[in-house]
């Protein structure tokens, strides 16, 4: 049984693309046929997380419209086997997502993949919309900040009431919390949201917390998903969380921060 | 008409205001069901009416609904059923439910054919006084609706707003920043508020507000508000209700 799992948050910035590349990464690592989809259409970035940018020919927005068969547009990792990208189109907008053309796509995709992770537009309007309605579940990234947790809130609300789950009375869609950019230190001194602050106002399980890291950022202009660096630490909370996803018990871990060398020790502590 | 006056005034002096504003305007009207003919039995149960509640019905405006009416299709008689009427001081104006004939007559009659519209109970029609027991009073439509209270189980997130538009509003979780729950009634909440409650909007100045914990952007009650801003930092903030004191919004805990 395939699953559709959505990863949104309303808010921009926060790293849904990082977190659908991880996660889809971390997924097939673990041996499930995966593929993640870029609904971002006219801000194509996926495909250069993923670092496949070079190899994209037809997307998305050709096969909804019927000019690609799915198996010309589905790019397969060099790295890893099990995985796939479905890049969109750069120089079209989101007007043209159909209601229709998306479910299509995911119908075909259903049947040959475990699971397929759909990389959401920032903002509530029609490309976050599509990406989350078909969704079976979801993952909301939300950074620990007050304005990333209303929009999250938001996102949440839709979740509930404007999916095709939702709409045909069978039930809210399963939401999980994946707070990203997290700092212990920063959190612990008040200056950030702490995940209990975050938790009662969102009020859904957690899926994982991902530490601010200097990796991430390294990692995406590699074109490497985060989880394939299993050293480090977001690479390794990634890890955790995708094990979450597929129904794992894991215990969550508070990342302690990245340890610092010991001449940046003595350097001081400027970061 | 009105260029050419402005045109006129521009040549003497400054128009301040302007010769014609039309504004379009909702307001409530009484109808009178008419059943049978209007005869003499008709106005003696009117007037027997009148006498219970003499002032109700005194300058409101009226309509006279002529969907069960016998005759009336010619413009005398209505015109002397409307004469009728404004000798007890009811001010009719119009009439509904009538055939193309009784429609043509009221025409002629200087009364105006409404199309249709909406009914609502007589208490909702704003008047000092009440309307006496329905089965003195078979001609005045009154059908109050069942007060309906709505429960929400789930957390009600930012961007929603849940409307009881009849009656009370129970919410089993908690009431996020920018959410909006309103209700004509009473407002409980068990879990943290953290967006706007509006209870009493149609004006229940009784109605009241109830919460576990307290930490709303905006409470307002029959209209009259109150935002985190000017609630004052001493408020109590658990097991709270909110209610009016006359004019003021008032934060009491919860004995």
Excluded: W
Aim: charged share 25%; hydrophobic share 40%.
């Amino acid at each position: 049984m395939s699953k559709v799992i959505v990863v949104t948050s309303g808010k921009g910035g926060v790293g849904k693309t990082t977190s659908s590349a991880a996660i889809s990464a971390g997924l097939a690592m673990r041996g499930h046929k995966t593929v993640v989809i870029d609904f971002d259409v006219g801000l194509r970035n996926l495909d250069m997380i993923m670092g496949c940018e070079r190899r994209v020919v037809f997307d998305f927005i050709n096969v909804i419209q019927g000019d690609a068969k799915l198996k010309q547009a589905l790019i397969k990792d060099r790295r890893l086997e099990n995985l796939f990208v479905l890049p969109t189109s750069q120089t079209r907008d989101k007007d043209a997502l159909t209601k229709e053309g998306v479910k299509a796509v995911l119908d075909e995709l259903r049947e040959e993949f475990d699971y397929i992770i759909c990389d959401s537009p920032a903002g509530i309007e029609r490309g976050a919309h599509l990406a989350m309605y078909y969704a079976d579940e979801a993952v909301v990234v939300t950074n620990p900040e007050v304005s990333s947790v209303r929009d999250s809130d938001r996102v949440l609300g839709l979740l509930n009431s404007k999916t095709f789950h939702a709409e045909k009375g069978e039930g809210a869609v399963k939401s999980q919390l994946l707070l990203t950019r997290f700092d212990p230190q920063r959190s612990a001194s008040g200056e950030m949201m702490s995940v209990e602050d975050v938790l009662e106002i969102l009020a859904i399980p957690l899926l994982g917390i991902i530490p601010e890291s200097t990796t991430v950022l390294k990692a995406s202009n590699e074109g490497t998903p985060v989880s394939l660096d299993e050293k480090s630490p977001a690479g390794k909370a990634y890890i955790d969380a995708v094990g979450r996803l597929v129904g794992e018990q894991i215990e969550m871990r508070v990342n302690p921060a990245e340890r610092r060398g010991f001449l940046q020790r003595l350097l001081g502590r400027t970061a | 008409m009105q260029i050419q006056d402005s045109k006129h005034l521009a040549g003497q002096k400054l128009a301040t205001v302007k010769p014609v504003q039309i504004r379009g305007r909702f307001f409530t009207a009484i109808a009178l069901h008419l059943t049978g003919p209007a005869d003499r039995d008709f106005l003696a149960a009117l007037d027997d009416r009148l006498r219970q509640t003499p002032l109700f019905f005194e300058n409101a405006p009226l309509v006279l609904d002529l969907e069960k009416a016998q005759g009336l299709e010619s413009e005398r008689d209505l015109a002397l059923l409307a004469k009728e009427m404004r000798a007890r001081r009811l001010s009719i104006f119009g009439i509904q439910n009538g055939t193309a004939g009784q429609a043509a007559a009221a025409a002629a009659a200087g009364l105006i054919s409404l199309p249709g519209g909406r009914n609502v109970p007589l208490d909702r029609v704003n008047r000092p006084e009440r309307a006496a027991p329905a089965q003195a009073a078979p001609e005045v439509e009154k059908e109050a609706p069942p007060p309906a209270t709505r429960l929400i189980d789930q957390p009600v997130r930012s961007g929603q707003t849940v409307f009881a538009d009849r009656g009370d509003l129970i919410i089993m979780g908690p009431v996020s920043s920018g959410a909006e729950i309103i209700a004509a009634g009473n407002i409980h909440v068990y879990g943290r508020l953290r967006g706007r409650a509006l209870a009493g909007v149609n004006g229940d100045t009784s109605a009241r507000i109830f919460c576990h914990s307290l930490d709303a952007e905006l409470l307002a009650i029959a209209g009259l508000y109150r935002t985190s801003e000017n609630l004052g930092p001493d408020i109590p903030r658990e097991h709270v209700q909110v209610c009016l004191e006359g004019e003021k919004l008032r934060v009491l805990p919860l004995k």
